[in-house]
Structures are given as structure tokens and as C-alpha cells.
């Protein structure tokens, strides 16, 4: 079974400038997270998507953060303008279903803004 | 006061001793309790999963949920060099919303 798939792997901007990434989940998962990890604190909830609906992007910041799940398959996330406080690593996970919490994470984008 | 706690560590241990590692939480609504493997540069992984209170053994992993304390340990015996990683303790209060709230992480290093 192929994993959760992002892209790119790292990425440097400067501030003010726009961002995006990719994530390809596990085929058949219905949910899909990103996630935001900044270094030396947990995951933190951004948005979850049920197949193409949203479910939760409660403490996703809207002024500058979008997301969309095309189709119910992958997914981008969008930052515009970035912030220095966004460097961090965006993970992707996806699931069966919303109830299953054997979640499988992407290995991350690292994003820094400098 | 953060919902979940963990202290980061690092916690350096030898090979083959026992590790314990903790979590603290305040919402006493939690009854889902998970433990995630992260290594270095990778996405984390989930090693144990507990519903409400009680112990749960994988191989020489040991998961306890005291809920009347709002504690949860993890407990890794005949400790190896590969378990050398971030644990990250999570938590949810419903089977059907899938969003976790995650602590800090502890790392641990095991040294041969």
C-alpha cells in the first residue's frame, strides 16, 4: 500500500510571499488533515477535509491559509501572504473514515520563511 | 494551560532499560488516546491506540490511561537504538470527529 504522498519536500520563501503544497492520500481514505507542526511542539489541527467537505478548519487562520480537496482526492494547501510565525512542517495524513484514528502522515513540507 | 502536556525531555536512557513516558490533560471529555512514533524528518506513526481507561500491551510497548487522573504513560521495555525518536502522546473526545490533540512530544534517545 503506497503511503501519503507531499510535495515538495522543503521550501524556502521570504515573507509576504505565497505558498503552496501538495498532498496525495492513501487511496480510499475518505479523510484527509493537514496538520502544522512547529519545531519542538505537537501537530496542530488545520483543517479536515471528508472526502471534498470540509469538517473542521476551526483554528486554520482564513485571512491567509486556503485549502482544497479536489474531487476527494488530493489536496493543496495555501498560504498567501506567508508570515515568519508560518515556518514550520505541514503534515498531510489520511484515514478511513472520520471515526478511525490510525492515521497515516506524509513525511511533511518544511517550510521556512525567512 | 495547554491541553495536553508532555515534557520535551530529552530523555537519554541505555539499551535495554524500561523508558516511562507521560502525558497531563485537562478535558476530562478525552476518551480516545493514541501514541505516535516520530523519527527525525519523517511524519509521525501510531504505535497504540486506547478507548477510555485501562492498559493495553503490544509486544514491549505497555499503554496505560488513568482517567481519574488525567494521565496517560507509555511504557517501553528491553529498550533498543531504534526506539530513538520523538513520542507523541494524542487525544480525542469523540469517535467521530478524527481531530487529535496532540502534546509536544518527548525525545528519547537509547544509547547502546
Known amino acids: 500500500e503506497a503511503g501519503v504522498a507531499q510535495s515538495p519536500r522543503y521550501k524556502i520563501i521570504e515573507k509576504r510571499q505565497s505558498v503552496a503544497f501538495w498532498c496525495n492520500p492513501i487511496?480510499?481514505?475518505?479523510?484527509l488533515y493537514w496538520y502544522q507542526q512547529i519545531l519542538g511542539q505537537g501537530p496542530k489541527l488545520l483543517i479536515q477535509f471528508q472526502n471534498n467537505g470540509v469538517v473542521d478548519d476551526s483554528q486554520l487562520p482564513k485571512d491567509r491559509f486556503s485549502a482544497e480537496r479536489l474531487k476527494g482526492v488530493d489536496s493543496t494547501l495555501k498560504i498567501q501572504p506567508a508570515k515568519l510565525e508560518d515556518s514550520a512542517v505541514y503534515l498531510c495524513?489520511?484515514?478511513?473514515?472520520?471515526?478511525?484514528?490510525?492515521?497515516?502522515f506524509g513525511s511533511g513540507t518544511r517550510l521556512t520563511v525567512v | 494551560q495547554k491541553e495536553v502536556e508532555q515534557d520535551p525531555g530529552p530523555l537519554s536512557v541505555p539499551e535495554g532499560a524500561i523508558v516511562s513516558l507521560n502525558c497531563t490533560y485537562s478535558n476530562s471529555a478525552f476518551q480516545y488516546f493514541m501514541w505516535y512514533r516520530q523519527y527525525s524528518r519523517k511524519g509521525p506513526e501510531l504505535l497504540m491506540y486506547?478507548?477510555?481507561?485501562g492498559n493495553k500491551e503490544d509486544g514491549r510497548f505497555t499503554a496505560q490511561v488513568d482517567k481519574s487522573s488525567k494521565y496517560i504513560s507509555l511504557f517501553i521495555r528491553d529498550s533498543q537504538p531504534s526506539d530513538s525518536a520523538t513520542y507523541l502522546c494524542a487525544m480525542s473526545v469523540s469517535s467521530n470527529t478524527g481531530k487529535l490533540i496532540f502534546g509536544q512530544g518527548t525525545t528519547l534517545q537509547v544509547k547502546p
Open positions: 487511496s480510499g481514505h475518505a479523510t
Open positions: 486506547t478507548y477510555s481507561s
Open positions: 495524513a489520511s484515514s478511513l473514515d472520520r471515526g478511525d484514528y490510525g492515521y497515516t
